[in-house]
Each structure stands twice: as C-alpha cells, then as structure tokens.
C-alpha cells in the first residue's frame, strides 16, 4: 500500500500513522520554522506572546475544561448542559465521553489545542534563539529573558497539559520540524516541564537579564517583572506542577516535597496579577453575564462551604439523602461568610461585597429550583468588582495567589512533619479570617484544630458520613487553600482535591486524550473515569457521591 505522508491539522503534533511504503511530501500546513523565525524581532514577538495562550487554554474561554472541572470538583455548582456544566457534576459521577462528535468536544480539545500550540511556538522559538550566532542586536540580557521567558513558557504549557491528559506529545527545540512526537506519559511530560522550569529559572538567575514588560506575562496594561521577581514566579509554578500533576492521595504522598518546600518558600511574595480586558487577555466566566448571572449558571453547593458551619445544620444536611437536601444557614466565625442568626440578616444583593467577605446569601427571589445537594442560598461574590471593571476597561486577577503559594509549602511541612512550619503559614489567612489559630496549639498532624464546638473546618466522618466532627491541620490548610484560590485560576480546586482523594466517587481524575488528536495519530478513541471504571476517583475523603449504608451521599 502507499500513502501520502500527511501531518494533521488537527493539533500541532497530529500525523497520519502508515504502512510501510511511503511517499514524503512537502507538507504546506507545516511552517519552515527557519524560514518563518528568520528575523530576531520575530523570534522574541512569537516568543514573548505566548503566556497569554496559556491564559486562554485554560481560563480565557469558558468553551475550556476548567469550566467543567469548577463543578467536578464542587467549587461551583450548575445543572446546566452549557460546557459541561452539569454532566461534570452529575451524582453518580459519570465518564468523560470522547466519542466523535460528543456534545464536550469543544471544551476536550480546546485546552489541549492551544496548550499544545503554546508548547510548539515555545519550542520553535528556543531552537531559534539558541541557534549560532543569533543575536536580538542589543544586550545579552535582552537575550537571557527571551530565552528564559520561552523556557518558562513551554514548561507551564507542557506542565498544564499534563496535569490535565493522560498523556500528550511533548515538543522538544531538537525535533525537527516535521517530526510527530509520541504520545508521552502525564508523568515523564511533567518531569521534562519541570526540567523546562530549571532552564527559565537559571536563565532569569543571570546577571543583566531585563525584566519582562508588562504584555509578556502581566498583560497589557499590567506591570513589568523585574527578573528577581520572575526567579520567584517561575519557582512558585515549580511547585505548583510537582504537586499538582499527582492523581491520586497515593501519588500526592510520594511527591518530593523537600523540593516543593525549597521552591514554595522561595516563590512569589505579592499575588501575580494579570491584566485581565476582555479581549485578548480574558478570563470569560468571570464576566457579569456568567458567573453572576443568577443561581442557575453560579451557585454554590453545601459540601464543601458547609465546612465552615458551626450551627449543626450541615451535618443535619449530610444526614439526608443527597436528592432530598434543601438548604440551609450557614453561620461560622469565618469572616469570608455573611454573619447572621437568620438569612434576612446575611442577605445581600447584587453588589460588591465588603472584605473580607467572599461569599453572599442571595436575596430569596433569586434562588433558582435545584435538586437536592446543589440547592444553596450562597455564591462566590469577591469578585464582583472585579467583573464590573473588567467590562468596562480591564482588571487585575490573582492568577497565582501568595495563599496558594504558602498552601504548597505548608502541605509540604505537614507530609515531612514540621507541623510548626506549617501552622504559621495557614495561620496568616486562617486568623485574619475569624478562626482561632493554630500556632503554638496544633503541635501533631491528627490533632484537631482549636475551637471545640465552633471549630473551622468541620468535616465528615466515616464510616457513614452523616456527621462532622473537626478537622485536623491538613484539613485546615485545605480549607485555606480552597477559600483563598476559588476562581482565581485553572483547576483551583480540581487539581488539589483529585491528590487529597476528595473528589465524588467516579470523578474522571484525568482527561483523555481528545478524538481530534486520537483520529490524527490513528490510535483508539477512549473515555475515563466514571464509577469502578479506569481514571475513576476511589471513595472520597468525606464520602461525598458514594451509596453507604443504602444512603446516596
């Protein structure tokens, strides 16, 4: 047989799979990488443009799998078919369809699409700029940043990719240019994004290097990067992809956790905040007609916010069947929550929320009907302002948290027992917050944490899951890290509850490998997860999903 050697359209590392005689062809849909990289300026343009793909793969459009991982992993909850809104929640938790043609396809494809893009560009731009004798025609600095950045960005695009899909190709500055990657396991694409981040880091670490300008990584309008600063960004990505990429509580335990310590506490020191307009630079869900358009698109459910309550309602909620919950109060000295003894008393209305509270009960006529588990009173509200400015010229949005900075580094402490370490760190949101601290109290990793009847977190219990009780340091970290992070970035909460082994029974605990990619490889179409089907989340941590006892939790 004889084919025509083809490379696919379909993503930037498709081919077509043949039988042994072949008949090469010049390919017009693949680019002379020397050809179109010829002139310096056009390196360091592809070049520095590329973090703002990765911000669109994965929070710009809501037509992204993060918009179905907000509610996988209940840090919103809707019953809506639009993205994937209500299937990714559906309880029991069902499989991730990658059928020809599946209603999701969009969302499947777009992440891995334009990450993979990003990948390539990068990996283009570093084969340029290394190459003999190129030269921007300025300083050295100006081409340790260049090359730096593009380090930077192909391990964060890569890195993303495997954190997401069970596998991927990984583009390398040594491929040639028509050369089809192989499919690579999310484990080794991780080691070599994080290989990719050593580079960007010892790049930036040189003496000279020029700081990035605003449009590279903070977005028009945003604030340059002095390249110290960048060091710690690209420190804190470090540790967020070594832990992150974990499926499974044990792959989370076996993460070198020394190394996230050493690069957590050696990252970010103030937020790093994107320029966010609405335009090239987006973050789609978060815009006054999504998120905050009424309690069917947003609202959010009681199984992991009803941690915060101290009344005993949330674990007269968790008694009942999960179809047949309705809502309830919730009070707690957690500041982020409205106060109150009655809801008319913590309602508020479509407004910018006073700080540092985070989340409203809405005004009764704004409820929407919902089954069981995903009726509440209560939605994410701190950025209301946020959303307002957004459409009306841009905002700022804490795309990479100091709390989710100092979270990593207190897991870290907490797995290698430095409980000392650890609790001062959860401590500098936890005690701001209203909660008593743990410093100098919580000395042991299962000791619970202070407040005896009103303590924060309170979490379900096993065997049966229908009571609470308090919860230890890492559970207090966890609720940290889940209220500082909620809608700030890509997989806030899925990826870190996948590793705590928190998700629903049958969660997918990985993306697979989109049809699109699949057809253009000629491999097998496959789904995952679901409930005892591969990549499908064991019993979680607080039962939630799961049949016990004749209960649906």
Known sequence: MRFTKLVAVASLVGGLAACNDLVAVDNSNNPDRPRVLRQPADVEALGSSQFQQVIDATIGSIARVNTGMLTASFENASALANNGLGPRSSLPRGSIGNSRGNAYQGENFGTFRVLSFAARAESDVLARAKSPGFTLGRTAGDEQRLRAFAHFVHGVAIGYLAMTYDSLGVPRPEDKT??????????????????????????????????????????????????????????????????????????????????????????????????????????????????????????????????????????????????????????????????????????????????????????????????????????????????????????????????????????????????????????????????????????????????????????????????????????????????????TTFGAWYFDSRGWGDLPEGTPLQWPVPYQELDARVKPIYDLGGVGRPSGAGVSTYGFGSTINGKNL
């Not at 978060?286 to 915060?308: E, P, S, V």
């Open 178 to 487: 028509t050369e089809v990657q192989p499919l690579e396991s999310y484990t080794a694409a991780a080691a070599y994004a994080l290989s990719e981040l050593d580079s960007a880091q010892a790049y930036a670490s040189m003496p000279g290097t020029v700081a990035l300008t605003s449009n590279w990584l903070t977005g028009p309008g945003g604030v340059d990067v002095p390249a110290a600063t960048f060091v710690r960004v690209i420190r804190s990505f470090k540790a967020k992809i070594r832990a992150g990429v974990a499926r499974t509580p044990q792959e989370r335990a076996a993460v070198d956790w020394n190394k996230v310590i050493a690069d957590a506490t050696n990252g970010i020191t103030s937020n790093l905040l994107v320029h966010v307009n609405g335009t090239n630079w987006d973050y789609n869900w978060l815009q006054t007609d999504l998120h905050f358009r009424d309690a069917n698109w947003h609202q959010m459910t009681y199984y992991i916010i009803g941690m915060a309550d101290t009344s005993g309602a949330y674990d007269g909620w968790l008694a009942q069947d999960r179809d047949s919950r309705t809502p309830f109060l919730i009070q707690t000295p957690d500041k982020r929550f409205p106060q109150g003894a009655t809801r008319t008393a913590q309602v508020t209305g479509d407004v910018a929320l006073p700080l540092p509270q985070y989340f409203r009960n809405r005004p009764p006529g704004s409820d929407q009907a919902a089954v069981g588990w995903r009726a509440s009173w209560y939605d994410h509200y701190r950025f209301r302002t946020f959303a307002d400015t957004k459409a009306t010229g841009g905002a700022d949005l804490p795309f990479f948290t100091v709390a989710e900075n100092d979270m990593l580094a207190a897991e870290g402490y907490i797995r290698t027992g430095n409980i000392p370490a650890a609790a001062a760190l959860i401590d500098k949101t936890r005690v701001p917050n209203g909660l008593a601290a743990l410093t100098g109290v919580v000395t042991t990793a299962t000791q619970p944490v202070p407040g005896g009847t009103g303590c924060v977190p309170r979490v379900p219990v096993g065997p049966n899951f229908t009571s609470t009780a308090c919860g230890n340091i890492l559970e207090a970290m966890k609720w940290e890290k889940r209220m500082e992070t909620a809608y």
